[in-house]
């Protein structure tokens, strides 16, 4: 199927979800500190998205229990929120989608529990940096794939390895529509031209070591299969006629 595009309204509809997003988001990261439970977060992001008069978008989603995702170090993406206790040194992706009035949108953050090692600080900026590289390059006339090459020869050269098999993709009345938003180039895949109007979810997940993942007993919660720890930031955009519109901001 053929990307939706969406209307000016359509998009400033989405805007208004994104802005609840961006606000939870910033609350969540305030939270964030040793010895708080990775399930508590949860309850956090339910008891605001009640208040906002949003639903996840993920929780019951192919049966995922929770509200949030939240990965803790090693744990790439899809982190069921339990018992786990947050401890110094520790980084926790807190990903976030939710339904507003019937229009989706979808953002991740890295989080830092305390002071984590110059090196994990390193792999969380290049991360960040690595999404807004691949914003500036969500432009009409772009192809698809000139997000994933910018972000993989970003990542690449900075010594760390972009996670294969997840992604970013569309957002709008669906948490996931098309286009799939690879953060790396492969043959094969769609790579259609960016017009105005198209809204994608861009989300780099990137591994401090070795690109190999695996998928836990808990059928949701993807690992590095080295063990070393990994980096998630994400944005709702809208492709425009200039420069990427960023709706989670």
């Not at 956090?44 to 008069?53: D, M, P, V």
């Not at 259609?192 to 780099?204: C, D, H, Q, R, S």
């Not at 006629?241 to 709706?247: C, F, K, V």
């Amino acid at each position: 199927m053929a990307p939706i595009i969406k209307s000016k309204e359509e998009r400033e509809k989405m805007r208004v979800a994104g802005r609840i997003v961006s606000e939870m988001l910033a609350e969540l990261r305030q939270a964030v500190q040793p010895g708080i439970t990775t399930a508590e977060l949860d309850r956090l992001g339910a008891e605001a998205l009640k208040r906002h008069g949003a639903k996840s978008s993920a929780l019951g989603y192919h049966g995922y229990p929770a509200s949030l995702c939240t990965s803790v170090n090693e744990e790439v993406v899809h982190g069921i929120p339990g018992k786990r206790v947050l401890q110094e040194g520790d980084i926790v992706s807190i990903d976030l989608a939710l339904n507003y009035n019937g229009w989706h949108a979808d953002s991740a953050i890295t989080v830092p529990v305390g002071t984590p090692s110059p090196d994990v600080q390193r792999l969380l900026k290049v991360t960040e940096d690595a999404l807004y590289r691949g914003i500036a390059a969500a432009r009409a006339g772009n192809r698809l794939q000139d997000i994933g090459r910018t972000v993989q020869q970003f990542v690449e050269a900075a010594g760390f390895s972009v996670v294969r098999h997840y992604g970013g993709h569309g957002v709008g009345r669906s948490m996931h529509e098309d286009p799939q938003v690879l953060n790396y180039v492969e043959t094969g895949y769609p790579n259609y031209t960016l017009k105005p109007g198209m809204v994608i979810a861009i989300e780099p997940m990137v591994i401090m070591g070795k690109k190999e993942t695996r998928v836990l007993a808990d059928e949701w919660t993807v690992v590095s299969v080295d063990g070393t720890p990994a980096a998630h930031f994400e944005h709702t955009v809208a492709i425009t006629e200039g420069d990427a519109d960023i709706l989670t901001r």
